[in-house]
């Protein structure tokens, strides 16, 4: 048999769009119909070069913060989430607000609160300066104390050892966050753990489809982008598993043909912030140079949807839409 007639693509399933990245992003566009252009909307709408470039097309403007957009005018929070402190500040501008925060983000949040209102210290376990991270802290930022890597627990000072609990951003690797607790618990022996995972179920079922390639790949490539928490991690998780060599892409125009040296299998995921078509550029630039033959490894089904923002809802149907 020639190496020709070796060569293959592993495709991940599941791969790309999550339930909570289709709902902002439908949350935008739908609000764009709605109310015609522009639309504002704080940060990047889902941490993805092409869909913001593809919604600002559309007639989105995208801001870093509240005090960019015009008063009174419409402003779309992000799948991220935000703090207290944002939604206060929209309303001083008496801004309309759509809020798309992710619903598996807004559990972390009430978590947050939960244990705040209880009087724990609260052991955030996350990447510092990312946008889910900044809204969970603000909502009781006198109780969290953001964990940044193992390296970061010698650091933590905390009021009651009893009363002491952890919660985490939802786009972590999920070997990497148990790892964490784990050592966390060695310092606090009777951390509380968060009512139900925090991880979120795209994040863990991504990840878990990438373990099962990355053995059998000498090359990995994950479209995602660069300030796309989960993507990177699947590029982490890729090496860690056994993967050859693994890069993150935005656009298949970005892959490099010395990457394909020596390399009979690869590995092709995307994260749950990328649309469809990117991939399908991929697996089109792959079969080009000889890799058409693509094997579909599903990890699990994935099936959840999430209704869009309330507020948003209600004012397509006083419009008949």
Same mark, same amino acid.
């Given at each position: 048999?020639?190496?020709? #007639?070796?060569?293959?693509?592993?495709?991940?399933?599941?791969?790309?769009?999550?339930?909570? $990245?289709?709902?902002?992003?439908?949350?935008?566009?739908?609000? +764009?119909?709605?109310?015609?252009?522009?639309?504002?909307?704080?940060?990047?709408?889902? =941490?993805?070069?092409?869909? @913001?470039?593809?919604?600002?097309?559309?007639? %989105? +403007?995208?801001?870093?913060?509240?005090?960019?957009?015009?008063?009174?005018?419409?402003?779309?929070?992000?799948?991220?989430?935000?703090?207290?402190?944002?939604?206060?500040? %929209? *309303? /001083?501008?008496?801004?309309?607000? +759509?809020?798309?925060?992710?619903?598996?983000?807004?559990?972390? =949040?009430?978590?947050?609160?939960?244990?705040? %209102?209880?009087?724990?210290?609260?052991?955030? &376990?996350? =990447?510092?300066?990312?946008? /889910?991270?900044? !809204?969970?802290?603000? /909502?009781?930022?006198?109780?969290?104390?953001?964990?940044?890597? +193992?390296? #970061?627990?010698?650091?933590?000072?905390?009021?009651?050892?009893?009363? $002491? *609990?952890?919660?985490?951003?939802?786009?972590?690797?999920?070997?990497?966050?148990?790892?964490?607790?784990?050592?966390?618990?060695?310092?606090?022996?009777?951390?509380?753990?968060?009512? #139900?995972?925090?991880?979120?179920?795209?994040?863990?079922?991504?990840?878990?489809? &990438?373990?099962? &390639?990355?053995?059998?790949?000498?090359?990995?490539?994950?479209?995602?982008?660069?300030?796309?928490?989960? #993507?990177?991690?699947? $590029?982490?998780?890729?090496?860690?598993?056994?993967?050859?060599? *693994?890069?993150?892409?935005?656009?298949?125009?970005?892959?490099?043909?010395?990457?394909?040296?020596? @390399?009979?299998? @690869?590995? @092709?995921?995307?994260?749950?912030?990328?649309?469809?078509?990117?991939?399908?550029?991929?697996?089109?630039?792959?079969?080009?140079?000889?890799? !058409?033959?693509?094997?579909? &490894?599903?990890?699990?089904?994935?099936?959840?949807?999430?209704?869009?923002?309330?507020?948003?809802?209600?004012?397509?149907? %006083?419009?008949?839409?």
């Amino acid at each position: 048999m020639s190496t020709a #007639s070796k060569k293959q693509v592993l495709l991940a399933a599941p791969r790309g769009y999550c339930a909570g $990245v289709d709902r902002a992003v439908v949350t935008v566009e739908k609000a +764009i119909d709605l109310y015609g252009k522009p639309v504002y909307v704080r940060k990047q709408i889902v =941490h993805n070069k092409y869909v @913001v470039q593809s919604l600002e097309e559309r007639g %989105a +403007i995208f801001v870093d913060e509240t005090d960019e957009v015009p008063e009174g005018a419409i402003v779309v929070f992000s799948a991220h989430g935000v703090s207290p402190a944002v939604h206060q500040s %929209a *309303a /001083e501008r008496n801004l309309k607000t +759509i809020d798309a925060t992710c619903p598996l983000v807004t559990k972390v =949040h009430n978590e947050a609160k939960r244990f705040a %209102a209880d009087d724990y210290d609260i052991l955030l &376990i996350g =990447h510092k300066g990312h946008e /889910e991270v900044d !809204g969970t802290a603000g /909502e009781a930022p006198k109780h969290i104390q953001l964990v940044d890597g +193992i390296a #970061s627990i010698k650091d933590i000072k905390v009021r009651d050892e009893n009363k $002491v *609990a952890w919660l985490s951003q939802t786009t972590l690797s999920v070997d990497e966050t148990l790892a964490t607790v784990a050592e966390l618990r060695k310092r606090f022996p009777n951390l509380i753990d968060p009512p #139900s995972d925090d991880i979120c179920y795209a994040t863990q079922n991504r990840q878990v489809a &990438i373990k099962e &390639i990355a053995p059998k790949a000498d090359l990995v490539l994950i479209v995602g982008s660069k300030n796309s928490s989960n #993507s990177v991690r699947l $590029v982490e998780v890729s090496l860690e598993y056994g993967a050859k060599a *693994a890069y993150l892409i935005d656009f298949a125009a970005e892959a490099k043909d010395e990457w394909l040296s020596g @390399v009979t299998t @690869v590995g @092709v995921s995307s994260g749950a912030s990328v649309p469809e078509i990117l991939v399908k550029d991929l697996l089109e630039w792959l079969a080009k140079r000889g890799f !058409g033959d693509v094997q579909v &490894i599903t990890a699990t089904e994935e099936h959840l949807l999430f209704s869009l923002p309330v507020e948003l809802r209600k004012e397509l149907k %006083a419009a008949g839409k």
